[in-house]
Every structure is written in structure tokens, then in C-alpha cells.
């Protein structure tokens, strides 16, 4: 059984993106970190809800490859990890977090 992909590169999520592939960023921070910057488009579901909004996110995630992320990407690789447990497959981390968005994709998101 081939071993299953938990994370990817910003450039690899922008790339994906940019080529109109079904993507749908679940933001794993809490609404505080959320308020301060955020990925345009992005859901916020923080990640101590994350069991409870599970059919929640199976719905997001059917037909749309589910990119989760966080500040750093270790709650997001976490969340990934778990939600492939559950069953969902096509969900993902994005590396280094929106921090590594901030430097190397989008510098008007704010760090922090």
C-alpha cells in the first residue's frame, strides 16, 4: 500500500490554487491567531473542533483536495494525519504554516 501524502509546499498549494484544482483550506488556529491573518478563502475550524465538525469537513473535503493549516504546520500535519485516520484521504498539511505562506508566497499576510 503506497505510503499516503500528509504535507505539502506552499508553492504546491499556490500551484494548485492558481490551476483552478478543487482546493479548500481549513484553518486549524484559533480564532484569535485567525483574526490577526488569515488566507483569503480559507475556513476557520479551529483544531479542538475539529472531532465534533467532522461531517463538516468530510463535506468540504468530497470532490476538493483539503489543504489544513495552522501557524507553523504541526497542528495542521497533526489534523491531517487524524482526519486521514477517519477516513479522508485527500486532506493534507501545508508546511510551515501561514508563517512560510507570509515569507514565501503572500508577504501582505502579516506574520506575527
Not at 480564532?31 to 468530510?58: D, F, H, K
Not at 484521504?89 to 499576510?109: K, T
Amino acid at each position: 500500500m503506497a505510503q499516503q501524502v500528509l504535507e505539502v509546499t506552499p508553492q504546491e498549494v499556490k500551484r494548485r490554487l492558481d490551476s483552478g484544482e478543487a482546493v479548500v483550506l481549513v484553518d486549524v488556529r484559533e480564532p484569535a491567531e485567525y483574526a490577526i491573518t488569515r488566507i483569503e478563502g480559507s475556513t476557520l475550524i479551529p483544531m479542538n473542533t475539529v472531532p465534533a465538525q467532522l461531517s463538516t469537513i468530510e463535506g468540504l473535503a468530497d470532490g476538493a483536495t483539503l489543504v489544513a493549516i495552522c501557524h507553523h504546520g504541526m497542528r495542521s500535519l497533526n489534523v491531517a494525519a487524524w482526519l486521514q485516520g477517519q477516513g479522508i484521504p485527500n486532506c493534507i498539511s501545508m508546511m510551515g504554516g501561514i508563517d512560510r505562506w507570509s515569507l514565501e508566497i503572500d508577504p501582505a499576510v502579516p506574520r506575527y
